[in-house]
């Protein structure tokens, strides 16, 4: 069985080649960088089961990992090494439109993996693990995608892995961003956030308005995936605040519409804030573009008609 533990490990091993990579040319924090964060990849199952067997230091060793990479971020060593303007230029006229087909190939795989999971069995065993098919299936379609790039533009695998540590390396410690902010909205869940913002969502409007509360929930939805870059951070928050105590338990609003809904809606926050820096602070700079936030003064407008669409199929699916 394919499984995401397998993807885990495949993303391990690209991490330590970069970091092997990096060692080699003498940058040094870009490696150590790599090296470290490689460690919670590859040995991450064997400490959740060191963990759960009581024993304690794998998990704080991986927690001094963890401040070892803020370090190395913050220490302004990290520099990335980028090709030449005259190489990306004869490569883009080289190869033209045909650079879109490895891209395309990893929607479209993963979404045909994910439908024929069901189907995909080795006598009566699943080839593809149940409770983490979407990501499996991306895994999959990532390596097809990869054999697709590697015959469009007549590379080897060596140069597929050099140019991938170079992209890596030019993202640097904005990779670890949507890891990050994936985690900090059961944080903030656990901490009890959202118990704290029904409190002032109480104070604040008329709860027994159908109106104003998925108001606030929309709202809310944008405002923390604007602080927070990544909706699935704010996602845990709202609904523990406003969507399941408010608009669910009190309002009668369907479950399933609200979930979906409200995620898209978060993500009109999305478009509109640096934090979301792999979405819009890191094309800026792989483009080279003048302006750093050019990218969301062109979003803003579709942000703000999605925002308007979205809130009005809320008010009339999720009520129905």
């Known amino acids: 069985m394919i499984s995401v533990e397998h993807i885990y490990w495949l993303v ?4 330590l080649v970069a970091a092997i990579m990096n060692a080699r040319e003498r940058r040094w924090s ?45 220490s302004g060593t990290m520099q990335s090494k980028t090709s030449s303007e005259e190489q ?28 024929g999971a069901p189907y995909l069995r080795w006598g009566n065993a699943s080839l593809i693990d149940g409770a983490h098919v979407t990501l499996a299936s991306l895994g999959i379609a990532c390596l097809v995608a990869l054999a697709f790039a590697l015959r469009t533009t ?15 390396d030019t993202l640097g410690c904005v990779a670890l961003l949507p890891m990050l902010l994936a985690t900090l909205g059961s944080v903030f869940a656990a901490t009890g956030v959202g118990d704290a913002i029904a409190d002032l ?6 709860i027994d308005s159908r109106l104003a509360c998925l108001t606030a929930f929309a709202f809310g939805m944008v405002l923390f995936t604007v602080i927070m870059g990544n909706a699935f951070a704010a ?7 406003i969507g399941l105590p408010l608009l669910v ?30 979405f819009n602070i890191v094309p800026a700079v792989l483009l080279e573009l003048p302006d750093q936030y050019g990218v969301i003064r062109a979003q803003v407008p ?19």
């Open 12 to 15: 391990g091993a690209f991490l």
């Open 30 to 74: 870009m490696a150590a960088f790599w090296f470290v964060l490689s460690g919670a990849f590859l040995l991450g199952d064997l400490v959740q089961l060191a963990t759960a067997e009581g024993v304690r230091w794998p998990a704080q060793a991986m927690g001094l990992g963890v401040i070892a990479l803020g370090l190395l971020a913050a």
């Open 235 to 241: 996602f845990p928050v709202m609904m523990a605040g």
């Open 88 to 115: 990306r230029r004869e490569s883009a006229q080289r190869l033209g439109n045909r650079l879109f087909a490895p891209a395309l190939a990893i929607p479209l795989v993963t979404l045909a993996i994910v439908l």
């Open 249 to 278: 338990l009190k309002h009668g609003a369907e479950p399933a519409v609200l979930g979906a809904i409200g995620m898209l809606t978060g993500y009109c926050g999305t478009l509109l804030t640096p934090m979301a820096a792999n």
């Open 154 to 168: 007549r590379s080897t695998v060596p140069q597929s892995l050099a140019q991938g540590r170079r992209l890596l």
């Open 201 to 206: 969502v109480e104070m604040l409007i008329p």
């Open 302 to 320: 579709t942000a703000l008609l999605l925002l308007a669409v979205n809130f009005a199929l809320l008010w009339y699916l999720a009520f129905r």
